[in-house]
Each structure stands twice: as structure tokens, then as C-alpha cells.
Nanobody, 120 residues
Framework: QVQLEESGGGWVQAGGSLRRSCAAS????????MGWFRQAPGKDREFGAA????????RYTDSVKGRYTISRDNAKKTVYLQMDSLKPEDTAVYYC?????????????WGQGTQVTVSS
């Protein structure tokens, strides 16, 4: 089983940037495609970004395109999310998870989630 540990949340003013990390441990030989999801207060958890094992496939939800960049370092077993030009509506708890690229749905265990707060 793959365990995921996230870091890099925090508070930032609108227009600022944050970089988040998701480190995998456990049975990582087949940890495959990874993604970021977020859950704003009072809303369902939603897909944000995904990246295939070899970074040949990258997908973003429309609301973050051009502002967020997902990447990975397989040697470090870590996935990153660079968030630029942050907006107050990006405020949410962010999670990483393994992703089915056919559905952009998460499967397996989630990271613990970390809060990102963007003030106006």
C-alpha cells in the first residue's frame, strides 16, 4: 500500500504563490499517475490536476489552468504542485492521491490534506 504525506500549505495574499509537495512511501513501485484535489468549505472535493508516471500526460481543471503546475520526481517519490497567481477562491484543503487517468478519479489512500488560505 502507498502512503502519502503532504507539506507546503499555508496562508498567502491574493496574487501570491505556494508550492506543495506529496511524498510517497510504502509500495511505491507502481504508484503510477498522481493528482491533486481540493475541498473548499461547504463544497465537495474536486479534481485539480493530474500527472502520469512519465509526465507524458498532464491534466488540469479549467479553473487552475495557466496558474498551477504539477510535476513529479520519481527518484524522490514526490509530486509537486506549484500554485501561482492565487485567488481567494483557491482557498481549500488540498489533498494528493493516486489517480485513474481515464476518469480523473482518485483511488487508494489520500494524503492527510493541508490547508491553503488565500486572502484578498
Amino acid at each position: 500500500q502507498v502512503q502519502l504525506e503532504e507539506s507546503g500549505g499555508g496562508w498567502v495574499q491574493a496574487g501570491g504563490s505556494l508550492r506543495r509537495s506529496c511524498a510517497a512511501s510504502g509500495r511505491t513501485l507502481s504508484w503510477g499517475a498522481m493528482g491533486w484535489f481540493r475541498q473548499a468549505p461547504g463544497k465537495d472535493r474536486e479534481f485539480g490536476a493530474a500527472i502520469s508516471w512519465d509526465a507524458g500526460i498532464i491534466r488540469y481543471t479549467d479553473s487552475v489552468k495557466g496558474r498551477y503546475t504539477i510535476s513529479r520526481d520519481n527518484a524522490k517519490k514526490t509530486v509537486y504542485l506549484q500554485m501561482d497567481s492565487l485567488k481567494p477562491e483557491d482557498t481549500a484543503v488540498y489533498y494528493c492521491a493516486r489517480v485513474n487517468l481515464a476518469t480523473m478519479g482518485a483511488f487508494g489512500s489520500w494524503g492527510q490534506g493541508t490547508q491553503v488560505t488565500v486572502s484578498s
